[in-house]
T-cell receptor, first 115, second 115 residues
Framework: AQTVTQSQPEMSVQEAETVTLSCTYD???????LFWYKQPPSRQMILVIR??????QNATENRFSVNFQKAAKSFSLKISDSQLGDAAMYFC????????????FGKGTSLLVTP | KAGVTQTPRYLIKTRGQQVTLSCSPI?????VSWYQQTPGQGLQFLFE???????NKGNFPGRFSGRQFSNSRSEMNVSTLELGDSALYLC??????????????FGEGSWLTVV
């Protein structure tokens, strides 16, 4: 089974600064998708960014970008120009054939943004 | 375009009772999946339905069941409730099943407390 590990239970960043959240995963598949979801206090899971494993180019969505290292099975999220509204739980998730296309989530990283 | 709608949002049940949660997917989405979120176990996949058929099931006891209707709306049922079933139950929808890259959109969840 695929496992997703987020080694940072909590992170803190100052407004306007940059922060990187780490994620590693274990898989024997070559074709899969990786996602970062944000869960604010409302508890609704919001998709932040996604990465196709077959694409070497790192995905970018405005202030959010990823560093995808397929050989190292690493998928980190960089948030630039952090804003107060970025404060939330961030979950890394894996989706592939062997899991029946179910999302496998990491335990999450709680991000605190300070003024 | 309306998002994924879950009802009820909050409910309290007594041990031994049963509960039914409802989910209306995004219009046009035919795949509905359910996840359980608890502080201890994190986010865990329950099951996925497509075209009224269960396509995938997570590692949960038979007390957890679900179904999907012809309009893609889904319900999940938990019988003989236990204290450990207290959780946030998240419903998610996507366009089709079996495609890793399809974005999965989540509802705001149903908070279940078992006393």
């Amino acid at each position: 089974a695929q496992t997703v590990t987020q080694s940072q239970p909590e992170m803190s960043v100052q407004e306007a600064e940059t922060v990187t959240l780490s994620c590693t995963y274990d898989t024997s598949e070559s074709d899969y998708y990786l996602f970062w979801y944000k869960q604010p206090p409302s508890r609704q899971m919001i998709l932040v960014i996604r990465q196709e494993a077959y694409k070497q180019q790192n995905a970018t969505e405005n202030r959010f970008s990823v560093n995808f290292q397929k050989a190292a099975k690493s998928f980190s999220l960089k948030i630039s120009d952090s804003q107060l509204g970025d404060a939330a739980m961030y979950f890394c998730a894996y989706r592939g054939t062997n899991s029946g296309y179910a999302l496998n989530f990491g335990k999450g990283t709680s991000l605190l943004v300070t003024p | 375009k309306a998002g994924v709608t879950q009802t009820p949002r909050y409910l309290i049940k007594t041990r031994g009772q049963q509960v039914t949660l409802s989910c209306s997917p995004i219009s046009g989405h035919r795949s509905v999946s359910w996840y359980q979120q608890t502080p201890g176990q994190g986010l865990q996949f329950l099951f996925e339905y497509f075209s009224e058929t269960q396509r995938n099931k997570g590692n949960f006891p038979g007390r957890f069941s679900g179904r999907q209707f012809s309009n893609s709306r889904s319900e999940m049922n938990v019988s003989t409730l236990e204290l450990g079933d207290s959780a946030l139950y998240l419903c998610a929808s996507s366009l089709a099943e079996g495609v890793s890259g399809n974005t999965i959109y989540f509802g705001e969840g149903s908070w279940l407390t078992v006393v």
